[in-house]
Nanobody, 119 residues
Framework: QVRLVESGGGLVQAGGSLTLSCAASGSGFSINFIGWYRQAPGKQRELVAGFSGGSSTNYADSVKGRFTISREIAKNTVYLQMNSLKPEDTAVYYC?????????????WGQGTQVTVSS
């Protein structure tokens, strides 16, 4: 079992910054993907940023140039630095990971952390 523990959400004014972190606990697995999704009220969950296949990163067009994802591999921890936040970034942010253990792929989600950007 893998547990994702998220932290760092909160309330910030437009133009401000927040950093989210997500730590994946457990052992004996390899990570195929780890990153962040978000879901705003009335909208579908969407990918924000993530690491795929090792060090390859991808970002949603709406956050490119403002958000930066980074990781500490030894700690199985991923960070999302969010700068120049906009009210439209308001959402619940979920950490997600896809792991492989004994040849089987598993998907895990964190509990979600609220990010609210006031105008």
């Amino acid at each position: 079992q893998v547990r994702l523990v998220e932290s760092g959400g909160g309330l910030v004014q437009a133009g401000g910054s927040l950093t989210l972190s997500c730590a994946a606990s457990g052992s004996g697995f390899s990570i195929n993907f780890i990153g962040w999704y978000r879901q705003a009220p009335g909208k579908q969950r969407e990918l924000v940023a993530g690491f795929s296949g090792g060090s390859s990163t991808n970002y949603a067009d709406s956050v490119k140039g403002r958000f930066t994802i980074s990781r500490e591999i030894a700690k199985n921890t991923v960070y999302l630095q969010m700068n120049s936040l906009k009210p439209e970034d308001t959402a619940v942010y979920y950490c997600n990971t896809v792991i492989v253990r004994s040849g089987i792929t598993y998907h895990y989600w964190g509990q979600g952390t609220q990010v609210t950007v006031s105008s």
